[in-house]
């Protein structure tokens, strides 16, 4: 990663005293945080607590430990290798709980395509169930995937279909016990290390109460419920949102510029990833305000991720494969065909909607919609629109991203890889 930028001055940010105030307390709670923090790893609650380097367990080599801040690759004979893992990603599964498949076989097909690529974990980027309010909703999805998940841990974000009627609730419950308890179990000795989890770090307390909204000037929607957390895991730094819709925008700006800047201050951190359902770029829909509304979405965040040189952002909503990058200087990058590889060098974000885990697929899948006059197409790499989950390769500082197209059922099926490409 770049060298650290400045921390933005509040000035130019154009940030409230309200808005600092909580920024403040933030940075204040991580402060108290690594002041009382012994070094080792460990799953971090309340008090603010953002994810630090590493530390193996006394007697537990996971490869975690944090080389010094001047060691690099001329480190010596001795350094340990950059670390290698995979890990993949999939979203709008959308279960009902009287079925594992609701007429789309492939719902039960991606799970196995899944354990078949052999991760070291998953990550899903919202609706996990259909209606995430109705009884048993969230036990009916952890049958309905239940090998893959006594393999590997998993790392959900909320999408609508998890928050409305008061699914809200549920989810968080499930994520709760997901995070802290049911993935430690899975992965055994040694996960507090190898995944340092920061969730309910953020000290303020936010309005449920969409009636009565409140830190407006950090928090789009005025309302969360504080189910947004974030993972330390070898290299990667991982950021999952609170957001299904573009009404439902529930992740304070404050608590991710702390979790930004203290993942591009870390010189043990090579890729910034963040997980949430609404895209922000989209051929799928409408930028206006009357249509799919990226744009809500899109400002409350995007400078963000470009100052702390976030390096993947991964949603669905939209139940296709979508590609986009987009350089920080805003010029256009679409081409035919895409490049197969980019530079790693911070100067741009790549945009990825992997919508296709078994939710019903939109009118017209193939060929997509002709090109609009909208940001999302000067910036469009690669579009598909079928079942898919996407595969992320991490050798070290370099990403190889695999989206891979799903046919048939949890005992027959074929894969075929739709795009790939490297960030070097």
Known sequence: MRPMHSFPSPVSRGRS?????VLAATAAALAAWLAGCTGSGSVCEGAGCVPGPPVADAGVDTGLDAAPP??????????????????????????????????VSEREAVPEVIRS??????????????????????????????????????????????????????????????????????????????????????????????????????????????????VRSQNAYILSFEQGTRWWT??????????????????TVDHVVVIMHHPMYSTTMDEASSGGCVEPVREPYEQLFRDYDVTLVLSGHAHVYDRFYVPDDGSPTHEEPPPASYPHDGQAVHYIVTGGGGGPLPNGCNPGPPPKPELSYDYSQARNCGYHVTRIEVDGAELTVSVIGVEGDGTAYSTEIWDQFQIL
């Open 117 to 230: 690529l052999g991760p070291t974990f998953v990550l899903h980027t919202g609706d996990l169930m259909d209606h995430g309010y109705e009884d048993g909703a969230y036990a009916h999805f952890e049958s309905c995937w239940a090998n893959l998940l006594a393999e590997v841990p998993f790392f959900p974000t909320s999408g609508n279909h998890d928050m409305g009627s008061g699914a809200i609730w549920d989810y968080k419950a499930y994520l709760e016990e997901r995070l802290l308890t049911t993935n430690a179990a899975v992965w055994g000795a040694g996960y507090d290390s190898e995944f340092i989890i920061a969730y309910e770090d953020d000290p303020t307390e936010y309005s449920t109460d969409f009636n009565n909204p409140s830190h407006q000037d950090v928090l789009p929607s005025g309302v969360s419920f504080e189910t947004f957390y974030a």
């Open 250 to 267: 529930n992740t304070p700006t404050s608590w991710v510029e702390t979790h930004l800047q203290a993942a591009h201050g870390d010189p």
């Open 70 to 103: 001047d060691a690099g690759p001329e480190a010596g004979p001795d350094a340990a290798p950059p670390p290698a893992y995979s890990f993949v990603v999939a979203g709008d599964t959308q279960f009902a709980t009287t079925s594992c498949t609701s007429g």
């Open 17 to 21: 005293l309200a808005a600092l105030t």
